[in-house]
Each structure stands twice: as C-alpha cells, then as structure tokens.
C-alpha cells in the first residue's frame, strides 16, 4: 500500500513538470527583413571587382561601394513606404544583411562580402543619428516642407547639368541638417539621409530609375538601365512602319545588298575576324591585334616587361615580330559600357593628332569567363614619358613662372577668361561622378568656347559618395572635403 502511495506521488510530480513545460513561454522569432532585395538579381550592376575582391584594396572599395547601394535602393523605398529612414533595431539589420547575403550567393560571390564591408548598426535609427530624425515627419517639422532638394533632384537627372543641380542641392541640405544638430560628426549621417530623401520621396522615377542610379547612387552598371525598353520601343515602330512599306522597298534592299554587302563584311573584318595576321581597322590606321600576338609580345604580360600604371590600367612593354617595340596598356577602369561604345572612343582616338599626344596603334578585345578584357596598343616611347619631358626634375617653378600667366608684351596671349575655362573643363572630365564627365568631343568643343561649360558644385561629389568616416558606421565623405579620415568601404556610392 506503502508503494502505490509512493508511485502516485511520483506520478503527480511528473504531471506538474509536463504542465510547467507546456506554460514556459517559447523563444520569439527572429524578425523577418522588411527590405527587398529582389533588385539585387534585376538591375544589371557590375559584378566584376565584387567576384575578386580581395586581390586589391581599389577592388575592395568599388565592391563595397555597390553593395552598400544595393542596401540603400531599399532602405529608400521603405522610406517612401514607411516614412522610416532606418530599421527598427539591431535584429532586423542582422536580418536584412544575411537576406543581401543570400542574394549575393545566388551570384555565385564570396559569402564575405556584407561581413567585410560593413556593420549593421549602421543601418539601424536612433535619436542621435541627425537632429533626432527618424521619419519624414521629423524631416519635414526640421526643414519645411520643401527643400532645395524638391526643385533639384525631382526628374532629369540623367542630364549633366541637372545632376550636377542636384548634388548641389545635397551639399546644402547636409550644412542645414548639421547645423540643426549641432554636431558635425553626424554630417555622414545627415548626408545619408539627404540621398534616402532625394531616391525616395523627392525624385519622381523612385529609387530604382535611371536618375536615381545614376546621378544620386552612381551605381556602376553593365549597361545603361533603360536601353532594353529603348530599343524594344523602337524594333515595334520599327516592324510596324517596314510591314507597310516593304513592299516598296524590298527590290532596293536587294539591290544595296548585293552592292555594298561585300564592301560591308570588309569593314567588319578589322573587328571580327581572328586570323593570323593584325588587321587593318578602315577609315582610322588602328590594327586589331590577337591577345596572342599581345601575349608573347609582352611575354604573357611579365612583371619584368611592366612598365607602370597609366589612366585606366597597367602598361607593358612588348616586341612584335617584326621587331618594332610597343607599349600594350591592359583596360582594368573602364568607362565603356560595351563593346561597341570601345570601338567608338578607338576609332575617335586614332584620329586625334597632336605632337604632344601619343599616336594609338592597335587595340584587341577577348572574352574569358564571361568578362571583356580590351587593350590599348601605342609606340613605345623609349626616352621616359611625356609627364616627364613637360616637367622635368627641378623645373616646376619654370612651368609655373608668371609669363604663362601673363604676357607683358602682347597682353591678351592668356587671357583670364580662356584659362579659367580650360581649368574648368579639365576638373570637369576628372569628375568622380562619370554621368557629368563630357565626352571628348564635348570636351574639345568646351575648350574652343563652341559650348559653355556646366557649372561644377564647389564639392564636386555626387548625392551618394559621401567620404567622412564616422566611428566606424555609416557611409563616408571625401577627405578633401571634410579633412576627417578616409575609408573608402564604407560608401554609398
């Protein structure tokens, strides 16, 4: 009787347990990313310095730059949404961050990408972010409500002049918010939220469109985002208007076909065909090399024949059979959104001519793994570079002597106005924002006063390449600017 007493009571005591167990409170969820990062896959950003991002602290800093625009692209839509600038709380960013991550992977990139470029505690709000703004309710109540940003940075960004408006717009918005703060260590984060305000409530397209990429995130792009829709609008009107006049004109077709059509396949024979032997491009002197032909010139591009860095890449020094001597400068920055718009600058640059200009010989182009690699071949000048026959050693105050600047004898030789624009349109095709670099025909015909030059901001940097860096977070803004320290990975760009 003991024991089945001493068996209930066991009984009893498992049953409290069970009970006890079932009423514990379960651990709450993790919280789900309210960002989308759907764009990650869509839009047609360049890839290519994330995949090998660790060979080089530029490649570094360019891929950190398009990743962090990739997070700012949604945090803008939200804003729109939500009238919130940034997420809730640490969970929530540590949520978004492995969501990029996971888009990221799905592009066959390094799964260190997002822990290498930044923190999440950058992207989660709080009262001493800027002049206690956490929504646009608070932006409004701060600045009014318009800004210089509404009449600037609304639509047609794409445009040069417009774009360099809208940067303007930005800088301004950055000093109001940073004196309302009264701390100019949060400018960074006051400048975040200016290119949030710009790409998500004020521009008219949204966060996603041509002006936003380009002018207010200066994404890097494989090419332009609105070509596609282009060129689709224009095969229909296209289709439309030869379906009624084929008829008319087919028996013409014909006839320039079988005229021209040798005469055609000629002309695209210096760019296409791969023989043995360099092929001359007509109508420009330029030869298409083989990368072959460039490869054992150059000894498969050896450290022993590198001569240096040029603009936009490496320099090496090679041989052509025929023993003349060659410098084959390998493209690694650049501009050309596809191949065609690289045959175009090389057909325009064979046909510049000047003592001081270096004559280009020949060029090449070859895909590997899915990339187009293009080289630049010029003479090999063997007795130094033209840098160092302008200015030699010792001979900067000589360059530099008041007679450049003005001419006692003929008075008019410099005139103030024709230096000054020459000054412009130099700062002009350095800009760091590539839509308001000119084109070289532009640029020629801004020197010889054919066009006016646009007005550059006095911070030439556009909405989203802040550079001061703030305790480690945040997105930065250029040292030239601010004097405050660099880190280049942690911008928007």
């Known amino acids: ?146 800004t210089t940003l509404d009449s600037a940075c609304s639509s047609g960004l ?51 469109s041509d002006d936003a990429l380009s002018c207010l995130f200066s994404l890097s792009l494989r090419s332009p985002l609105g070509s596609k829709k282009k060129r689709h609008k224009v095969a229909l009107v296209s289709g439309a208007a030869g379906a009624v006049i084929a008829a008319l004109v087919i028996a013409g077709l014909i006839g320039l076909y079988f005229r021209f059509g040798r005469a055609v396949k000629g002309g695209e024979a210096g760019w296409e065909d791969q023989e043995s032997r360099p092929k001359w491009r ?80 020949g060029c090449s182009m070859v895909d590997e793994d899915g990339e187009s690699h293009r080289y630049l071949v010029y003479d090999y000048m063997s007795n130094g570079n033209l840098d160092d026959h302008l200015f030699p050693p010792g001979k900067t105050e000589e360059a530099l002597a008041q007679s450049l600047v003005r001419d006692e004898g003929s008075g008019m030789s410099n005139p103030k106005g024709i230096m000054e624009r020459f000054l412009q349109v130099g700062i002009l095709c350095a800009h760091v924002l590539v839509a308001l670099r ?15 030059v646009p007005p550059i901001p006095d911070r030439p940097v556009p909405l989203a390449h802040p550079s001061y860096r703030i305790d480690g977070n945040g997105f930065t803004i250029s040292p030239a600017l601010s004097g405050l320290q660099i880190h280049s990975g942690d911008m928007l760009r």
């Open 1 to 146: 009787m003991a024991s089945l007493r001493y068996l209930l009571s066991l009984l009893s005591l498992l049953f409290a347990l069970v009970e006890l167990s079932t009423c514990a409170p379960s651990p709450a969820p993790s919280p789900t990313c309210p960002l989308d990062f759907s764009h990650v896959l869509r839009i047609p950003w360049n890839t290519t310095d994330c995949r090998s991002y660790d060979r080089s602290i530029e490649r570094k800093n360019s891929c950190c730059q398009s990743v962090l625009t990739l997070i700012g692209i949604p945090l803008a839509h939200r804003l729109k949404q939500t009238s919130n600038f940034r997420l809730p709380n640490l969970a929530t960013s540590v949520s978004c961050v492995n969501d990029l991550q996971r888009k990221l992977d799905s592009l066959s990139l390094p799964s260190t990408i997002t822990s290498t470029c930044f923190d999440p505690n950058q992207f989660v709000i709080n009262n001493e972010t800027c002049a206690g703004i956490q929504t646009t309710q608070d932006w409004v109540s701060r600045l009014g409500p318009t």
């Open 158 to 208: 794409t445009d040069l002049t417009r774009c360099d408006a809208c940067v303007a717009a930005g800088f301004r918005v950055q000093k109001q918010l940073i004196s309302l703060d009264g701390n100019s260590s949060h400018g960074i984060y006051c400048y975040h939220f200016a290119v949030l305000y710009a790409a998500g409530i004020v521009n008219k397209k949204g966060p996603e």
């Open 282 to 361: 007509p109508n420009t002197g330029s030869i298409w090399f083989k990368i072959e032909e460039l490869e054992k010139a150059t000894n498969n591009f050896s450290q022993k024949n590198f001569i240096g860095r040029g603009g936009f890449g490496f320099v090496y020094k090679g041989v052509l059979p025929d023993g003349s001597v060659i410098a084959v400068k390998k493209v690694i920055e650049s501009e050309f959104q596809g191949d065609a718009e690289f045959r175009n600058e090389v057909e325009i640059i064979s046909n510049l001519k000047h003592r001081n200009l270096v004559p280009l010989r």
């Open 438 to 452: 000119p084109t070289i025909l532009d640029a020629l015909r801004m020197l010889e006063g054919d066009i006016e």
